[in-house]
């Protein structure tokens, strides 16, 4: 039997990429045919719910009955759990991880709980990362997501205290290559899912991409799922 898992996909900063990860994420499961339910904090749009609307669900992380949901699945269905998290949301979850100890909870039955911290190049990603490690210490697991998508220089991650501190605790560190612009705008334009992109050829099922623009999904999801396999997600 899998040991139930869940992964919250945050970093707390706006505009780092957190949803792209998320679904990500959500495909390498739908393509490795694995159990997994999605939870959607961002109820006006999420992407989760936009683009794997058959396997997410909305959910107000302030209040505590939704949010206890989440542990209350991954047990009882013994499934794959993906947050998505919004931004401005990581004073509420801390709340809640906190009020109810919850970290000691999931280690007494068994319950891994992932913390995936994506980051842009900036400094501020950086120090929103050591202020989230210094909060829980190796009491947690994480994750950590360089997203190249948000730009393509990490020296400030890369020559940081923190960086030290995600290597002396050994957290798992994804290279997140950045798809072409255009063909990611393309993609969310036309409200499809990554299988949809590469898939759909037929302009009767809705809009369809390039012969090369697929392939360049493609190439990007194989990359992404390396990333993924090495980690054991």
């Given at each position: 039997m899998q040991q139930p898992q869940i992964h919250f996909i945050g970093g707390e900063k706006g505009g780092v990429g957190k949803s792209v990860v998320a679904r990500l994420l959500a495909q390498y499961w739908i393509d490795q045919e694995k159990n997994w339910k999605g939870y959607d904090t961002d109820r006006s749009h999420g992407a989760l719910l936009r683009y794997y609307a058959d396997y997410s669900v909305p959910v107000e992380i302030s209040r505590v009955e939704e949010i206890d949901s989440i542990m209350e699945t991954a047990l009882e269905e013994e499934a794959n759990v993906l947050v998505d998290l919004a931004a401005q949301t990581e004073a509420q979850l801390h709340q809640w991880v906190e009020d109810s100890d919850v970290l000691e909870m999931a280690n007494e039955v068994g319950l891994g709980m992932h913390f995936w911290y994506v980051l842009d190049?900036?400094?501020?990603?950086?120090n929103l990362l050591g202020n989230f490690l210094a909060r829980?210490?190796?009491?947690?697991?994480y994750v950590i997501v360089l997203n190249q998508g948000r730009?393509?220089?990490f020296s400030l991650?890369?020559?940081s205290p923190v960086a030290r501190q995600v290597a002396d605790m050994q957290i798992p560190v994804v290279e997140l290559k950045a798809l072409h612009r255009p063909t990611m705008r393309k993609i969310d334009q036309f409200d499809k899912s990554f299988w949809a992109a590469v898939n759909n050829r037929d302009p009767a099922l809705g809009e369809c991409l390039g012969i090369m623009e697929r392939q360049r999904i493609k190439t990007w999801?194989?990359?992404a799922y390396r990333e993924f396999e090495a980690i054991g997600v």
């Open positions: 190049e900036g400094k501020d990603s950086v829980y210490g190796d009491k947690a697991r730009g393509d220089d991650f890369h020559d999801l194989k990359n």
